[in-house]
């Protein structure tokens, strides 16, 4: 378990293997169930989280409603990098939406060694720049189109949800009831 998460983070950033080893020597695993909140706003600010196996939503509250933010997959930086969230913005939270294994390392521990190595720091940024693209790819893409056009184009760029992901999860990211996005697979946008 542990070679398949580290050669995925060695195949999709580049690290070496004494990097790797780095980041072994100071992380550890944890378990959830399905439906699990992984955390929690205290537990996420302490830890940086990757997804090892399985798959993860982060989501907020507003009122009534639940607003999906992004999902995590195997190899993922888990919800936003800690830290870079304001505390007037509402609580985050991570909920396993299958049964999920994470790789945590304490955050004061992960800093350190950003700063003793120009090899990790450079990842931490290049993780840090994807989360800035899925935010603002989400905020130009997704969220502003009429609803139907942003369902096609959820199609293409995440086929791989509509088979791992509940019907009401994916409203929520799409920010439209459940209710309207069974109408728009009725007309035919499935995949």
């Not at 299958?98 to 700063?115: C, G, W």
């Not at 989360?131 to 609803?147: G, Q």
């Amino acid at each position: 378990m542990q070679i398949d998460f580290f050669s995925r983070l060695k195949a999709r950033y580049g690290l070496s293997e004494a990097s790797s080893n780095l980041l072994l020597n100071i992380m550890e695993t944890a378990s959830y169930k399905k439906k699990d909140i992984i955390g929690g706003k205290e537990h996420n600010e302490r830890y940086t989280i990757f997804v090892d196996r399985g798959l993860v939503r982060t989501y907020m509250v507003r009122g009534k409603k639940n607003h999906t933010i992004f999902f995590s997959f195997e190899g993922d930086l888990l919800g936003p990098f800690p830290g870079l969230i304001p505390a007037e913005i509402p609580e985050l939270y991570c909920e396993a939406l299958e049964d999920t294994i994470v790789y945590r390392a304490p955050r004061t521990v992960m800093e350190e060694l950003f700063s003793s190595s120009l090899e990790l720091s450079c990842w931490a940024r290049k993780m840090l720049e994807g989360k800035i693209r899925e935010y603002n790819f989400f905020f130009t893409d997704y969220f502003y189109e009429e609803k139907t056009t942003q369902y096609k184009k959820f199609l293409v760029d995440y086929p791989e949800l509509i088979r791992r992901v509940p019907l009401k999860d994916i409203a929520g990211y799409l920010n439209v009831t459940p209710q309207s996005l069974s109408r728009i697979r009725a007309k035919g946008w499935r995949f």
